[in-house]
């Protein structure tokens, strides 16, 4: 039982780590050359973390649904710091430009995250995707 319970504790407190897109929204329309604010949220968390990092990328999608590009990220817009600020819900407002040329149709905005988590610490990484559709 005790060596059941650890593996699923440390899972538990992994996922309590990942973060979500709540700006843009599924489906939005953005516009090529534009500037954009993209929210990056994260949760209450149960263990103590500390946030490393995060990369804003932009792919095109060659299918509907989109292919999975938690591995191939695209076109990398952000690459810094995240400081989520508030209580429960915290998040981070980082604005980009997305590319002038970029073709028409859905496209997946990715969220690379790197976070270290407990007292060892450990490295988390996760990656949340949001897909939108790019107009000229």
Do not use: W
Not at 36 to 60: E, F, N, R, Y
Not at 69 to 92: E, I, K, M, R
Request: negative net charge; glycine residues 8%.
């Amino acid at each position: 039982m005790k060596f059941t319970l650890v593996p699923l504790t440390l899972a538990l407190c992994a996922f309590a780590q990942n973060i979500a897109i709540s700006a843009p929204t599924p489906g939005q329309s953005l516009f090529v050359g534009q500037s954009l604010m993209v929210q990056v949220q994260k949760g209450d968390t149960l263990t103590g973390s500390k946030d490393l990092a995060i990369a804003i990328a932009i792919a095109h999608c060659n299918q509907d649904p989109c292919e999975d590009h938690s591995q191939d990220l695209g076109t990398v817009l952000y690459t810094g710091p995240y400081t989520p600020q508030g209580n429960a819900l915290q998040f981070q407002n980082i604005s980009v430009v997305l590319p002038s040329q970029f073709p028409n149709g859905p496209a997946v905005i990715s969220v690379a995250h790197a976070v270290l988590i407990g007292a060892g610490p450990f490295l988390g990484t996760d990656v949340a995707n949001v897909t939108v559709n790019m107009r000229m």
